[in-house]
C-alpha cells in the first residue's frame, strides 16, 4: 500500500472539495440542527450513539469526514451490502437529506458537537501488543490518532471500542470498503487484513483508547 500512496495523496488532493473545509455559517449550522432530529433518533440529541442499536458516537467528528460518508451511505457505496444491517439502516436516513446542501449542513452540526470520550466496553485486548500492530494505522491516522483528512482518515480519539471492532471485520470481510468507489475504503481494508484475527483487532483497539 505504501507504494501507492504518491498516487493516492495526488487523487485525495484532487477530491478534497473547499466546501469541506469552510467555516460553517451560523444559519448553516441552524439548519444542520433541524436536519439533525431525523439523525438523533439512532446517534443521540448530543451524538453519543446507541450500541445497542449500531449507532456509533459522532459528536466532534469532522464535518468534512462526516458528509463524505453520508455520501457514500446515499449512493451505496457503503451501506448497500445484505449483510450490513447496521449499515443498511443508514443507507435510508441518507437518501432522506436529498441535496447535497443539507448533508453539509447535518455534517457541520455534527461537527460542531461536543465529543466525549468513550468507556471501554470490550475486553482481552492487550494495549502493548496493539501498540506494535498500530505502527502501520500512523500513515493515515496519525501516531496519536488524529487522523488525516488528505487522505480521508478520520480521528479515531473519540471512537467507541466496539464500533472500531465492528468495522474492522467489516473491513476484512469485505461488507466495507470493497466498492470500486469507495478510494478511501480502498486504503483501509488491506490494513484490516494485517490483523490476522478477532484477538489482534481488540489488542490495537485497546492501545487505541490510550491515545484520548
Known amino acids: 500500500m505504501l507504494i501507492r500512496f504518491p498516487l493516492l495523496l495526488a487523487l485525495a488532493a484532487v477530491l478534497a472539495s473547499a466546501s469541506w473545509t469552510r467555516p460553517a455559517a451560523a444559519d448553516e449550522l441552524e439548519r444542520g440542527e433541524a436536519l439533525y432530529k431525523l439523525c438523533a433518533q439512532c446517534h443521540g440529541p448530543q451524538g453519543a450513539g446507541n450500541p445497542a442499536i449500531a449507532a ?70 492487550d494495549a502493548t501488543r496493539g501498540k506494535t500492530l498500530y505502527a502501520p494505522c500512523t500513515a493515515c491516522h496519525g501516531p496519536a490518532g488524529a487522523g488525516n483528512q488528505t487522505l480521508f482518515a478520520p480521528t479515531l480519539q473519540h471512537t467507541a471500542d466496539w464500533y472500531m471492532l465492528s468495522q474492522l471485520q467489516k473491513f476484512k470481510v469485505g461488507l466495507r470498503g470493497a466498492n470500486p468507489a469507495d478510494t478511501s475504503g480502498k486504503l483501509m481494508r488491506p490494513m484490516s487484513m494485517t490483523l490476522v484475527n478477532e484477538q489482534a483487532m481488540k489488542d490495537v483497539v485497546a492501545y487505541i483508547l490510550t491515545l484520548k
Request: negative net charge.
Open 56 to 125: 456509533p458516537p459522532i459528536a466532534g467528528l469532522p464535518a468534512w469526514y462526516v458528509e463524505a460518508q453520508v455520501y457514500k451511505f446515499r449512493d451505496g457505496v457503503r451501506g448497500a451490502h445484505p449483510d450490513d444491517a447496521a449499515g443498511l439502516r443508514m443507507r435510508p436516513m441518507a437518501r432522506i437529506m436529498r441535496t447535497d446542501d443539507n448533508i453539509q449542513a447535518v455534517a457541520a452540526y455534527v461537527g460542531s458537537l461536543p465529543p466525549t470520550d468513550q468507556d471501554a466496553t470490550l475486553t482481552g485486548g
